[in-house]
């Protein structure tokens, strides 16, 4: 199927904070992969040193490296779900993967790894310094990797939403993401997936007085018409409309709990783990979905 992204890959600029100078510039070029995923490749502007962060498979990613002359040598990987490591298969398979540094978390059979990594765990790719948070519920031993202002966080923190717990549990989840929510308010979010307009549907049904989130639908609804993505995001723009950040929303409260009364379901909601629980099963009920489209923010 073709990607819910018609427009072109397309990079932005950011920057990685070093001792004794202003900043080392890098880029970050974002590639449509598949129907909704995204790859990334993180370049050091300084040494020419490229990483891709995620790929589903190695055909698009490369022929994007070609095309710009990109010196792609290394590879991030946040966790070991297939449309994250297909990149490290497809290499493998053609007998290239060797010529490649690949970083991730060790014991999770991630193809190719030379560089296991877990939190705190520090790196460079060329002049930039990489920070590696564990940011688990997901997936056991999923990662973030932070560069300057921007992290690559996988499957964790999407726009306007969260991965699905796979592995959980729900305390682990709310911890990542708030450890996520805690970096400074201009850091990019790079999330794997566009999944945002669907993300921001259900929170629109769970705080539809929230005029944060009304002024980003609107927003997110021009960028998708226009076939254009909505990531990256922001930290700032995170905290003051993804439902999973946002627990202490009194609208929020009340109306996950009516939601799931409504489902036939009674979750306890003492603790704000207990509302991060709860809003995650009624989001994995999908009865958002039949809300009309004439409901939301125009």
Known sequence: MPHVVTQPPFSFFGSAHLPGRPDAPMEVHVIPVWEDNYAFILVCRQTGEAAVVDA??????????ASCGLRLATILNTHTHADHIGINRALQKAGKLEEFRVFGCAGRGIPGLTDPVEEGSTFQLGALPVRVMQTEGHQDGHVSFVVGDVVFCGDTLFAGGCGYLFDGPPAKMYNSLHRLAALPPQTRVCCAHEYTLDNLKFAWSVEPDNQDLARRIVEVRAQRALGRATVPSTIEVERATNPFLRTESPTLRVRVAAGLQAAGRSEAMDTPVDVFTATRI?????????????????
């Open 282 to 298: 009624l989001k994995d009920l999908k009865h958002y979905r039949a809300l009309p489209e004439a409901d939301l923010p125009v």
């Open 56 to 65: 589903p498979e190695a055909k698009v990613v490369l022929e994007h490296a």
